[in-house]
């Protein structure tokens, strides 16, 4: 549940302990100081620089103390110690609950630890216990153990910055929340299934039509293979073509009436053309256009006649 305040409005520091009455005025914005009774605290030194990197190990720090539960942490800098805080949000949201208190009427929460900071005599917070430092620690002590105390209603309560805000309670949820959440899930696992259905059998149809393909064409197994005849029917059609166009190109050629074709053969991707009657100079212009574009061929010249070998 996240919790947004009006900038102007008046808040009221009380102290939150099981054993202390509260009066709550409904109308009224609070801020909590959290009694040490309702968080579990550590104050160490780490090899860690950033306090991010402390909450990460926090629970770990913790697990040989802590008994079962759902905990939250909260972690800062003090000099060259952490100060580390482990607290259950369903019993301080169960315990706001029964001293009437709303959480929209909480606009934060604090720790004993960093309000009574700078405490330098013991505070009476009921007949049986004292809030007191024990080690640098705030703790909760017998009252019995002091003789000379202050009284928590004697102290101007101030919030401290250190503070955890409702936001952090979000992930208690409601049942109605809960259900909702379910709900969604289940019509999004729906349509999941819904898609897998679809394309399961759209992948099957596929399936069938490469088979029938593959039947039809008397393609191979492997797609390997497939690629190596794919490559030979490729090659023998570029032959085929350029074996059409440079018979055309010959037959086009421009000759006079003592200058003639004798034959046209084609053997092992190679056009054998036999011409009779040409002149260099005729040579040199029926042959122009196959050097321009860089046609792979050789001529021999033998009496009167040129035989052109063309590399299909």
């Not at 315990?95 to 929460?109: D, H, I, P, Y």
């Not at 009921?126 to 024990?134: A, Y």
Request: aromatic content about 12%.
């Amino acid at each position: 549940m996240i919790l947004f305040l009006k900038f102007n409005q008046k808040v009221k520091t009380l102290f939150l302990d099981p054993d202390i009455s509260l009066e709550i005025d409904p109308k009224e914005q609070y801020h909590f100081i959290l009694s040490p009774s309702l968080y579990w605290i550590k104050k160490v030194s780490l090899p860690l620089k950033y306090v991010h990197e402390v909450k990460k190990v926090a629970a770990t720090l913790f697990e040989e103390v802590l008994p079962a539960g759902n905990y939250s942490y909260f972690v800062y800098k003090d000099e060259d110690e952490f100060v580390i805080f482990a607290y259950e949000d369903s019993k301080i949201i169960s315990l706001l609950a029964e001293k009437g208190v709303s959480l929209n009427q909480v606009s934060a929460l604090s720790f004993a630890q960093s309000a009574f900071e700078n405490l330098d005599e013991a505070v009476c917070i009921n007949s049986e216990s004292v809030l007191t430092h024990k080690d640098g620690i705030v703790v909760l002590l017998p009252s019995q153990w002091f003789d000379n105390t202050k009284t928590l209603q004697s102290l101007e309560l101030h919030p401290s910055k250190q503070t955890i805000r409702l936001e952090q309670f979000s992930h208690i949820v409601e049942t109605k929340t809960l259900y909702m959440i379910g709900m969604l899930l289940f019509l999004f696992f729906l349509v999941l299934l819904g898609e897998y259905l679809y394309f399961a059998k759209e992948k099957e149809e596929l399936q069938i039509a490469k088979e029938r393909l593959f039947s039809e064409y008397k393609l191979k197994p492997t797609l390997m293979q497939n690629r190596a005849i794919l490559s030979k029917y490729q090659k023998q059609d570029k032959q085929e073509k350029n074996l059409r166009r440079y018979i055309d190109y010959f037959l086009k050629a421009r000759l006079n009436k003592s200058q003639k074709i004798l034959s046209i053969s084609y053997d092992k991707a190679k056009l054998k053309v036999v011409l009779q009657g040409l002149s260099q100079r005729d040579v040199k212009r029926i042959l122009s256009g196959l050097y321009k574009e860089k046609v792979k061929l050789t001529t021999v010249q033998k009496g009167d006649k040129l035989i052109v070998e063309v590399t299909l």
